[in-house]
Each structure stands twice: as C-alpha cells, then as structure tokens.
T-cell receptor, first 114, second 113 residues
Framework: QQQVKQSPQSLIVQKGGISIINCAYE??????FPWYQQFPGKGPALLIA?????SEKKEGRFTISFNKSAKQFSLHIMDSQPGDSATYFC?????????????FGRGTSLIVHP | KAGVTQTPRYLIKTRGQQVTLSCSPI?????VSWYQQTPGQGLQFLFE???????NKGNFPGRFSGRQFSNSRSEMNVSTLELGDSALYLC????????????FGPGTRLTVT
C-alpha cells in the first residue's frame, strides 16, 4: 500500500518554465511534509518543508502549497533551470519516539531543457 | 564542516553472506537514521538511533540490524543476504534528533549476487 502518492513520475520542462509536482496522502497522523532533491550519485538533500498549519511556504524559486482538507501538497519550481534537473521526493512524516519519521513518495525525475 | 560519510561506497556480496555498513554523522549530530533505496520500493525507512538507543524501526525483517556508538557513528548489518537486498543504503544525521533537518550521506551501493 502506497501511503504517499507522487505524480508525475517524470517531468520535462523548458528553461524558465514552472515545474509542478504533486503528492497525496491518506494518514492524518502525518504532520510534517518535507521535499528532497537528489542528484545522481548523491544522497537526497532537504529542499523545503511545511507544517499543516500553513497553506503555502516559499523559499526562493521553490514553493510548497498545502491543502489539508484534500490531503494533498505540491512543489512548484518557478523559473526552472537546467541545474534543477534531478529527482524530487516528497515525504510525509509522523512523530514517533520524539522524531519525525518520513514516508516517501516514489519520486519525480525532472529534466529542464536549456 | 564535513558532511555525512558512508563507507564503503560500493560493495558486492554473495547470497547468504552478511554485510556491515558504516556511517559517520556530521560532527555534533546525535541522531542517525538509515534508509534503503531501490527502484522498485523507493526510499524506505530502516531505523533511527539517538544517543546510542534505537528509537524507531521500519518494517524490515530481523536480518536488518544496527547500532550507534558513543561518538554517534553508526553501523548497520544485514545477515543472510538475499538478492532483494541489493540497494542503495543511505544514512542521514540530524543535530537534535527531531527529524526536521536530516542530512544524507552519499550512500553505500550494495549488490548481492
């Protein structure tokens, strides 16, 4: 059972365009939602994260939109650049034993053409 | 400041053998988590250690185990290797153990033949 559904699996955009990746979850115990960026041969790196008490968070060209009632959240990358080409993972985390444990989406491979 | 380091980076083992992977967290970080990444199952949580204690464990068989030392370095062990254990094993550390900001290492690529 896939607890966090991520789409699309792959995405191709032109330089300067907007990249949008969507995630949905079922478990209402999730209350921390980070996004990770992973380049080939590297481990994932935290990009941006949001708590469910806010509907949007922006950091530079990256924005998370969060819809608590729909149990959906999305990553928007504005003015996409070739250097943004990577795999992006959403995660939904729940608190356990004092730590947030993530459940990851399957990932989106983003290619930004120059 | 040095990042999370994992050794070895690549490993080839035979079915039935056991393997030990090592992780050195960022200096000052007290929590270490381990993840398995495969094309089929994606990124999955294995376990988390904080101050030498396992606080959380993912849904993996008992063949997967780990430990954390007093200097926060961690090891994970997989016994009786199966072909399906072939994966990238990632270690992540965080300073305060809340899981808010985790820093991942480059991973160990394990191939089981």
């Amino acid at each position: 059972q896939q607890q966090v559904k991520q789409s699309p699996q792959s995405l191709i955009v032109q330089k300067g365009g907007i990249s949008i990746i969507n995630c949905a979850y079922e478990n209402t115990a999730f209350d921390y939602f980070p996004w990770y960026q992973q380049f080939p041969g590297k481990g994932p790196a935290l990009l941006i994260a949001i708590r469910p008490d806010v509907s949007e968070k922006k950091e530079g060209r990256f924005t998370i939109s969060f819809n608590k009632s729909a149990k959906q959240f999305s990553l928007h990358i504005m003015d996409s650049q070739p250097g943004d080409s990577a795999t992006y993972f959403c995660a939904a985390s729940s608190l356990s034993g004092g730590s947030y444990i993530p459940t990851f989406g399957r990932g989106t491979s983003l290619i930004v053409h120059p | 400041k040095a990042g999370v380091t994992q050794t070895p980076r690549y490993l080839i083992k035979t079915r039935g053998q056991q393997v030990t992977l090592s992780c050195s967290p960022i200096s000052g970080h007290r929590s270490v988590s381990w993840y398995q990444q495969t094309p089929g199952q994606g990124l999955q949580f294995l376990f988390e250690y904080f101050s030498e204690t396992q606080r959380n464990k993912g849904n993996f068989p008992g063949r997967f185990s780990g430990r954390q030392f007093s200097n926060s370095r961690s090891e994970m062990n997989v016994s009786t290797l199966e072909l399906g254990d072939s994966a990238l094993y990632l270690c992540a550390s965080s300073r305060d153990g809340t899981g808010y900001e985790q820093y991942f290492g480059p991973g160990t690529r394990l191939t089981v033949t």
